[in-house]
T-cell receptor, first 117, second 112 residues
Framework: NAGVTQTPKFRVLKTGQSMTLLCAQDMNHEYMYWYRQDPGMGLRLIHYSVGEGTTAKGEVPDGYNVSRLKKQNFLLGLESAAPSQTSVYFC????????????????FGEGSRLTVL | DQQVKQNSPSLSVQEGRISILNCDYTNSMFDYFLWYKKYPAEGPTFLISISSIKDKNEDGRFTVFLNKSAKHLSLHIVPSQPGDSAVYFCAASAWDDYKLSFGAGTTVTVRA
């Protein structure tokens, strides 16, 4: 089982460049999320999706866009990268969250380390 | 403003002893709490959870305690093992929310 797969794992960008991070899950999960991890800040939610064709803003959405054209994929885009977006990005997915009997856990990918110079 | 706080950035414990990790939250709507464990260069993995209808949940060496009146939870690891050395994140959500709010994490180092 691949679980949640993120590509690329590493990327270096110059300020102003654009890029897309791809997240793919093979668990037929409805919900998908993009988090960023920064020292001393923990994991902060950027955007999330509750199903194919839907997206919503999280805590720190500015400078990012997302799309969920297929249930198994969730794309995170940076249109004009800034040094403040240097971070480790994690994609996660989950079943119908908080459904009876579910542990409510999120399944995370291995992370994508992005450096913006 | 972080709604989930882990005020101890690091914890060092001797192998075989108890590790106690603390977490405080401010949102009174939170009613479900989880702990995640993260090794370097890997994604976080689910460890244990607790619903607000309980005050304790145990899974092997891991026990989570919830004190709703104090808005505080703790994770106990007994006995601590070298493989427990990792970053531990506390997370919380409200019943009608799809999202988890995470704390900043506590780095646990288990000394031989």
């Amino acid at each position: 089982n691949a679980g949640v797969t993120q590509t690329p794992k590493f990327r270096v960008l110059k300020t102003g460049q654009s890029m897309t991070l791809l997240c793919a899950q093979d668990m037929n999960h409805e919900y998908m999320y993009w988090y960023r991890q920064d020292p001393g800040m923990g994991l902060r939610l950027i955007h999330y999706s509750v199903g194919e064709g839907t997206t919503a803003k999280g805590e720190v959405p500015d400078g990012y866009n997302v799309s969920r054209l297929k249930k198994q994929n969730f794309l995170l885009g940076l249109e004009s990268a800034a040094p403040s977006q240097t971070s480790v990005y994690f994609c996660a997915s989950s079943y119908l969250f908080r459904d009876r009997g579910d542990t409510g856990e999120l399944f995370f990918g291995e992370g994508s380390r992005l450096t913006v110079l | 403003d972080q709604q989930v706080k882990q005020n101890s950035p690091s914890l060092s414990v001797q192998e075989g002893r108890i590790s106690i990790l603390n977490c405080d939250y401010t949102n009174s709507m939170f009613d479900y709490f989880l702990w995640y464990k993260k090794y370097p260069a890997e994604g976080p993995t689910f460890l244990i959870s607790i619903s607000s209808i309980k005050d304790k949940n145990e899974d092997g060496r891991f026990t989570v305690f919830l004190n709703k009146s104090a808005k505080h939870l703790s994770l106990h690891i007994v006995p601590s093992q070298p493989g427990d050395s990792a970053v531990y994140f506390c997370a919380a959500s409200a019943w009608d929310d799809y999202k988890l709010s995470f704390g900043a994490g506590t780095t646990v180092t288990v000394r031989a």
